[in-house]
């Protein structure tokens, strides 16, 4: 079955306006709402593909091997992006389906990468902690990245990025900076 992902943008966003009212109650809820907003993101299908792939998961496409899809801008922080700032979102819907669409971005990779680029973010019982901004993590993993140019449509035929980095919004990076260390 075909999804929509706009059906599960206006579920993410009929969601956090019942639930926002609980966001600065405790850590808990916290996690309650930026994992219904992860959930969301995740099911909706895969509505946003960069065109990107990783080197290594060129060669397992190549030899009939398994990948996966990251969600490169990591969606369970851009739902704590939005609640964090939830008066810019709660009355302007069409914003908040902008940054749920680009929460839907993916980059194909093996297993191992999105496991290894899932560790940049920390949260624990030292709070939260992102260890290479977004725009960066692919570089400090030496993930090296293809993109299919020019209406290109098999992976076959994609090739090496001359880009330093794929597009990262800039609300995003601006945003994640108050927890990022170094």
Same mark, same amino acid.
């Given at each position: 079955m075909k999804r929509h992902w706009d059906k599960w943008c206006t579920k993410?966003?009929?969601?956090?306006?019942?639930?926002?009212?609980?966001?600065?109650?405790?850590?808990?809820?916290?996690?309650?709402?930026?994992?219904?907003?992860?959930?969301?993101?995740?099911?909706?299908?895969?509505?946003?593909?960069?065109?990107?792939?990783?080197?290594?998961?060129? #060669?397992? !496409?190549?030899? /009939?091997? @398994?990948?996966?899809d990251d969600h490169c801008y990591s969606p369970q922080f851009i739902g704590r992006m939005i609640h964090d700032n939830w008066d810019r979102y709660k009355d302007d819907y069409p914003e908040y389906e902008k940054v749920f669409y680009y929460s839907c971005k993916t980059i194909?990779?093996?297993k191992k990468e999105n496991?290894?680029?899932?560790?940049?973010?920390?949260n624990d019982d030292d709070g939260l902690r992102i260890l290479a901004p977004t725009n960066l993590k692919y570089?400090?993993?030496?993930?090296? #990245?293809? !993109?299919?140019? /020019?209406? @290109?449509?098999?992976?076959?035929?994609?090739?090496?990025?001359?880009?330093?980095?794929?597009?990262?919004?800039?609300e995003l990076l601006e945003y994640e900076k108050q927890y990022l260390v170094s």
């Open positions: 993410s966003y009929i969601s956090a306006i019942g639930l926002h009212k609980f966001w600065d109650v405790d850590d808990e809820w916290k996690m309650i709402l930026t994992r219904d907003y992860y959930s969301c993101v995740k099911d909706c299908g895969n509505p946003n593909p960069s065109g990107y792939i990783s080197e290594k998961a060129y #060669l397992n !496409k190549l030899h /009939g091997r @398994v990948t996966c194909v990779v093996t496991d290894d680029l899932s560790e940049f973010t920390k570089n400090k993993l030496g993930i090296n #990245l293809y !993109k299919r140019y /020019g209406g @290109v449509k098999q992976w076959k035929d994609a090739s090496p990025t001359y880009e330093d980095t794929f597009y990262v919004p800039e």
